[in-house]
């Protein structure tokens, strides 16, 4: 009997899998009744959570991988403050792109050309209704997302997924934040105008005029042909606006260096600086590439990665289908969400090259095996499913380092609680910070 190569990694067993694509489908599921019947989502949307919670809390008891949760701790708290610190810096940017061309050159300029966009407006007419109102319902969003990765973490409890979970969402928020900086980069880089070009006077109070920097270094040779050519031959900003005034400037302390980017108003100078990025949301501009989709395409490699089956399948489904909803409804052009697709699924594929908690693991369970390899060809020659057994446990307690122990001491059993209520704060804020999408 011909053994099995030593470098397959054994998979999880199918029974927690078989649960974890059934909850995934039933979350989105339930979700999508607010749109149907508002009444049943009232009642089967808390008793869904219910459920998840309490089968997650009985099975921290019983989860046998504490030690490598506790490892990945570290990774996980340096990437979400990482992550973190890259959300701020695309907050600023977000306002900034906003607020450096004024008020006035976001009504008057359109929306640029998007034959995505045509080629959905043709298929509403040749599809049959029925089809095109599926495309058109709003089936998942952002959150929906978010949540299914903080489902794919936790499945880890049911054996679903390969440990640690901690050390797979600390290569997401890594991971994140590196799409996060690569797309701040992006936009800040070339403005485009907004597909929605109302977006700006409904959402923002900044200026109406430009910057004084874009007075002097853009609006001379924005419109004239004959001022393009010209500073194309001298390379020399020549132009002289007429802009008025000065901007307004608030009393932010130290942090007071943030009025040149985010330009606030007389009515706005009393806030505090923070207040004007809560209120940035998603920006007026088109933000090349789409956050939203880089979101929905990390989810959907971490569960092709760690999960895989029907359910990754389906994930990459609504990945589509949110693509196509966010040109539909002109919240991105089809640039952006085509970008964000081969980003996230570059960006994810380019961290497992060097991600450190699950190479470890890799390269010591390859070692063991290729010590216990004539073992287990003898015990499969013997059909010996028994010894076979016990020599694979024998790798993952050598490779986890007592990764078979269940939480017996108090700062285990501390760090599993805490690890729990942390994840629980997290789910919770997740929904609060995503509610406007």
Same mark, same amino acid.
């Given at each position: !009997?011909?053994?099995?190569?030593?470098?397959?990694?054994?998979?999880?067993?199918?029974g927690?899998?078989?649960?974890?694509?059934?909850?995934?489908i039933?979350?989105?599921? @339930?979700?999508?009744?607010?749109?149907l %019947?508002?009444?049943?989502?009232?009642?089967?949307?808390? #008793?869904? /959570?219910?459920?998840? #919670?309490?089968?997650?809390?009985?099975?921290?008891?019983?989860?046998?991988?504490?030690?490598?949760?506790?490892?990945?701790?570290?990774?996980? =708290?340096?990437?979400?403050?990482?992550?973190?610190?890259?959300?701020?810096?695309? &907050? @600023?940017?977000?306002?900034?792109?906003?607020?450096?061309?004024?008020?006035?050159?976001?009504?008057?300029?359109p929306?640029?050309?998007?034959?995505?966009?045509?080629?959905?407006?043709?298929?509403?007419?040749?599809?049959?209704?029925?089809l095109?109102? @599926?495309?058109?319902?709003? @089936? =998942?969003?952002?959150?929906?997302?978010?949540?299914?990765?903080? &489902?794919l973490?936790?499945?880890?409890?049911?054996?679903?997924?390969?440990?640690?979970?901690?050390?797979?969402?600390?290569?997401?928020?890594?991971?994140?934040? =590196?799409?996060?900086?690569?797309?701040?980069?992006?936009?800040?880089?070339?403005?485009l105008? %907004?597909?929605?070009?109302?977006?700006a006077?409904?959402?923002?109070?900044?200026?109406?005029?430009?910057?004084?920097?874009?007075?002097?270094?853009?609006?001379p040779?924005?419109?004239?042909?004959?001022? =393009?050519?010209?500073?194309?031959?001298?390379?020399?900003?020549?132009?002289?606006?007429?802009?008025?005034g000065?901007d307004?400037?608030?009393?932010?302390?130290? &942090?007071?260096?943030?009025?040149?980017?985010?330009?606030? $108003?007389?009515?706005?100078?009393?806030?505090?600086?923070?207040?004007?990025?809560?209120?940035?949301?998603?920006?007026?501009?088109?933000?090349?590439?789409?956050?939203?989709?880089?979101?929905?395409?990390? $989810?959907?490699?971490? /569960?092709?990665?760690?999960?895989?089956?029907?359910?990754?399948?389906?994930?990459?489904?609504?990945?589509?289908?949110?693509?196509?909803?966010?040109?539909?409804?002109?919240?991105?052009?089809?640039?952006?969400?085509?970008?964000?697709?081969? &980003?996230?699924?570059?960006?994810?594929? !380019?961290?497992?090259?060097? /991600?450190?908690? *699950?190479?470890?693991?890799?390269?010591?369970?390859?070692?063991?095996?290729? *010590?216990?390899?004539?073992?287990?060809v003898?015990?499969?020659?013997?059909?010996?499913?028994?010894?076979?057994? *016990?020599?694979?446990?024998?790798?993952?307690?050598?490779?986890?380092?007592?990764?078979?122990?269940?939480? *017996?001491?108090?700062?285990? /059993?501390?760090?599993?609680?805490? $690890?729990?209520?942390? $994840?629980?704060?997290?789910?919770?804020?997740?929904?609060?910070?995503?509610?406007?999408?």
């Amino acid at each position: !009997m011909r053994s099995p190569p030593i470098s397959r990694r054994r998979r999880p067993s199918r029974g927690g899998s078989v649960g974890l694509g059934i909850a995934a489908i039933a979350y989105v599921g @339930i979700d999508y009744l607010r749109h149907l %019947s508002p009444s049943w989502h009232e009642l089967l949307q808390p #008793a869904l /959570w219910a459920v998840l #919670a309490i089968a997650a809390v009985i099975r921290v008891p019983f989860y046998k991988h504490w030690s490598l949760e506790l490892r990945a701790a570290v990774p996980f =708290i340096l990437s979400m403050i990482f992550m973190l610190s890259a959300l701020l810096l695309e &907050m @600023i940017s977000v306002r900034s792109v906003t607020a450096v061309l004024g008020l006035d050159w976001h009504n008057a300029t359109p929306p640029l050309p998007d034959v995505g966009q045509w080629l959905l407006l043709a298929l509403n007419e040749k599809l049959p209704p029925i089809l095109v109102e @599926i495309l058109r319902a709003r @089936i =998942i969003g952002l959150h929906h997302f978010l949540m299914l990765f903080i &489902m794919l973490g936790f499945s880890v409890l049911f054996n679903s997924v390969e440990a640690p979970g901690l050390g797979l969402a600390a290569r997401y928020m890594f991971t994140m934040g =590196i799409g996060r900086l690569l797309r701040a980069v992006a936009f800040v880089s070339t403005i485009l105008p %907004s597909p929605r070009p109302w977006c700006a006077s409904a959402r923002f109070q900044v200026p109406r005029d430009p910057h004084p920097w874009a007075q002097k270094y853009y609006v001379p040779y924005a419109k004239d042909s004959n001022a =393009i050519r010209h500073i194309i031959q001298h390379d020399v900003a020549y132009g002289v606006s007429g802009g008025n005034g000065v901007d307004f400037q608030p009393n932010w302390g130290s &942090m007071n260096f943030l009025a040149d980017f985010l330009r606030p $108003t007389v009515s706005e100078g009393a806030s505090p600086w923070y207040y004007l990025l809560k209120r940035a949301g998603g920006g007026c501009n088109d933000l090349l590439y789409s956050g939203h989709m880089l979101v929905a395409v990390l $989810t959907a490699m971490a /569960w092709t990665e760690a999960y895989g089956g029907y359910t990754s399948a389906l994930i990459w489904m609504l990945v589509a289908h949110s693509a196509q909803r966010e040109i539909r409804e002109r919240h991105h052009y089809s640039v952006d969400c085509i970008v964000a697709i081969y &980003m996230g699924v570059f960006l994810w594929r !380019m961290t497992r090259l060097f /991600w450190p908690i *699950k190479d470890n693991s890799r390269y010591k369970r390859l070692s063991k095996l290729e *010590k216990v390899q004539s073992g287990l060809v003898q015990a499969a020659k013997d059909d010996d499913m028994e010894r076979v057994r *016990k020599l694979l446990e024998e790798v993952d307690e050598e490779v986890g380092g007592g990764v078979g122990e269940k939480p *017996k001491s108090g700062a285990m /059993w501390l760090f599993s609680g805490a $690890t729990i209520f942390f $994840t629980i704060v997290v789910v919770l804020l997740a929904f609060v910070l995503t509610s406007d999408g």
